[in-house]
């Protein structure tokens, strides 16, 4: 696969944060360790590799093993991080996630890389797009989804500081600083990027800036959207959805499938406290083979989708 | 009858492959060509010299059966496919275009001559082992034959299967990996070693045996041979990116997609 490169202006592939801290904090904590599956290059661990070549556990292919060996790993008082393709990490080691990691407790930081549907044209065998379904129910498994390099560093150093399971859910796709001033993260803590109270758009990773962009179309409009990076997925942040449901309409936008990820979450909690109506924008199962960019537009992750979406909740609020 | 006239058609068809799987890559700059030209003789192979198939009629009950395990080599599959009959050249230029039938791994759902999808790994010789054990219990005559990569066989589902197949001794299955001894990364044997595969085969109840994978006649004979009493194993020894210099075991080329100077100079030593 290319390598995705800083594209637009502004633009960064958060791999680098997530490397350039982990290397960091490897150099500080002699407990953090990788653990991979043939996936030394496409985790960006080359250089981690080199500096510290007996704390880069390469299991070859195989998945099952290399979350089992995670929590060994932590059993032996080790911090590892554990970074594979998303797809296969969620997907093929579900059990173990679920059994060796989450029901275990063990202090395992799961690296999801090339999430959603950064293989676009490898097709859905590729695409990570059920994972926040099948790993949400996984109660004490935070997951983070950053939506910028510097969220994504930061995530990384709380990961290493927190006790206990973590997924975190990394994009090979290119995206630009949210430029958020006086900055904290705070996991579990839902961000306002843009104000406003006609109707909230809670998004997560990849998809936020395309919903700020979508907010400044509505603008144009005279609607005023609350835009939300959701980057903590488990637990959710409740006040900042009671909020939301306040503004009585929500749109929900992931580069997930739309059943059982953020949008779900949300869904779930609506309909359990003040039931508004929702509009889910992501995908709807299997996708067909295609670039990225290409599948982004033709499934309204777009900040013209988005909008959409948007004037369909708003039709529907009471 | 296996006779050695094949082998000029094989021959003839592996070519035609190996620059029809670049062209796509080159035009896609995308695809895993180093895995697909380690694997192009044994496809050759086994649709122009063993296998019993009718592209019209890919549902046939009799047919035999071929899994693609390594499911990132497309460029190898779908070669063969269209050399094969199953679908026309006129597809090709679409591999990996958004909607393609030729997505970047193999769907049956919408790819005729395609078994099962695949392209998480470890997840072919378990599928093959079931359609051999339908085989076994109905008294069907095909055969099942599945490829795997090296690598590969680091997924332990492989090693589930193969105690399934000696087990249930499915002289009807074989199993063939095509040793071309790099991964994504690396090399297999420094990244979690494989050796000895044969002594690890033949523990688990398999005939093994070892083959230069692009040597024809040695695949031929191997492969084409008639089912003994065990499950077979068949070991190919091979060069990641066969055929063209500057891929030849180096493994950047896992991934790796020619430029338009590489793309020329591949077409001039491929004739
Ligand atoms: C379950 C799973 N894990 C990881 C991958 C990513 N991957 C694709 S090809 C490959 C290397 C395969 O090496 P090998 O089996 O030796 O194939 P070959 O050399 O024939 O290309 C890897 C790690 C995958 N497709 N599936
Ligand atoms: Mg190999």
């Known amino acids: 696969m290319a390598t995705a490169a800083p594209t637009a202006a502004g633009f960064q592939d958060c791999r680098n944060a997530w490397v350039a801290t982990l290397e960091q904090l490897a150099e500080a904590d002699p407990r953090i360790v990788a653990v991979v599956n043939d996936s030394v290059g496409s985790s960006k661990l080359n250089s981690f590799q080199k500096k510290f070549p007996d704390r880069l556990i390469n299991v070859g292919i195989a998945e099952q093993v290399m979350v089992g060996v995670g929590a060994g790993l932590a059993n032996g008082g080790r ?17 173990q996630v679920k059994a060796d990691i989450a029901y275990s407790s063990f202090n395992v930081k799961l690296v999801g890389q090339s999430s959603g549907i950064a293989y676009g044209e490898l097709g859905a065998t590729h695409h990570s797009i059920e994972d926040f379904a099948w790993l949400r129910p996984l109660t004490n498994l935070t997951i983070i989804v950053p939506a910028d390099a510097w969220e994504t560093a930061e995530a990384v150093k709380w990961a290493a500081r927190h006790e206990g399971p973590v997924y975190l859910r990394l994009s090979r796709m290119p995206v630009p600083d949210l430029n958020i001033p006086d900055r904290q993260f705070r996991p579990g803590h839902a961000e306002i990027v843009h104000e406003g109270s006609d109707l909230a758009i809670i998004a997560c990773g990849t998809t936020v800036h395309l919903a700020a962009s979508a907010a400044d179309l509505l603008k144009a409009e005279g609607i005023q959207a609350r835009v939300l990076n959701f980057s903590t997925i488990n637990p959710l942040d409740e006040a900042a959805l009671h909020a939301a449901a306040a503004t009585g309409a929500i749109v929900t936008v992931e580069e997930a499938s739309i059943r059982g990820g953020l949008g779900g979450a949300v869904a ?35 900040p013209e989708g988005i909008a959409a979406a948007a004037h369909r909740a708003l039709a529907r609020k009471a | 009858m296996l006779t050695n006239d094949k082998l000029p058609l094989i021959r003839d068809k592996a070519l035609w492959m190996r620059r029809t799987a670049f ?19 044994i496809l050759a192979t086994l649709y122009f010299g063993v296998l019993n198939y009718d592209p019209t009629r890919p549902d046939m009950p009799e047919r035999d059966r071929f899994v693609m395990s390594k499911g990132h080599a497309t460029g190898a599959l779908y070669s063969a496919l269209c050399a094969a009959g199953y ?47 339908a085989g076994q219990i109905t008294g069907a005559s095909y055969r099942t ?37 790099l991964q994504q990364g690396a090399g297999t044997e420094e990244t979690s070693g494989l050796d000895p595969l044969d002594d690890k085969y033949r523990a688990f109840g398999f005939d093994v045996q070892e083959v230069d994978g692009h040597d024809h006649a040695a695949l031929l004979a191997v492969l084409g041979a008639s089912p003994g009493t065990k499950p077979r194993c068949v070991i190919a020894n091979t060069t990641k990116g066969k055929g063209v210099s500057f891929m030849e075991g180096v493994a950047s080329w896992h991934h790796g997609v020619p430029n338009a100077a590489q793309y020329e100079q591949a077409m001039k030593e491929l004739v």
Not at chain 1, 79 to 95: D, H, Q
Not at chain 2, 156 to 169: D, I, L, Q
């Open chain 1, 268 to 302: 779930e909690f609506t309909s359990a406290n003040k039931p508004v109506p929702v509009e889910r924008v992501g995908f709807p199962g299997f996708l067909p083979t295609g670039s990225t960019d290409w599948l982004f537009q033709e499934y309204g992750l777009s």
């Open chain 2, 87 to 133: 679908f026309p050249e006129d597809w090709l230029p679409t591999y990996m275009q958004p909607k393609s039938l030729l997505n970047g791994h193999p769907n049956r759902n919408y790819l005729p001559g395609v078994e099962t999808n695949t392209g998480p790994l470890g997840h072919g010789f378990p599928v093959a082992t079931g359609i051999a054990i």
């Open chain 2, 145 to 181: 034959f599945v490829l795997t990569g090296d690598g590969e066989q680091q997924e332990g589902s492989n090693w589930e299967a193969a105690m399934v197949a000696g087990h249930r001794k499915l002289a009807n299955l074989t199993l063939i990996i095509d040793r071309n001894r």
């Open chain 2, 23 to 41: 062209t796509m890559v080159h035009r896609a700059q995308l695809g895993h060509p180093g895995g697909d030209f380690s694997a192009m003789d």
């Open chain 1, 79 to 95: 911090i590892p991080f554990v970074s594979a393709a998303s797809c296969f990490l969620t997907g093929r080691a579900l059990e």
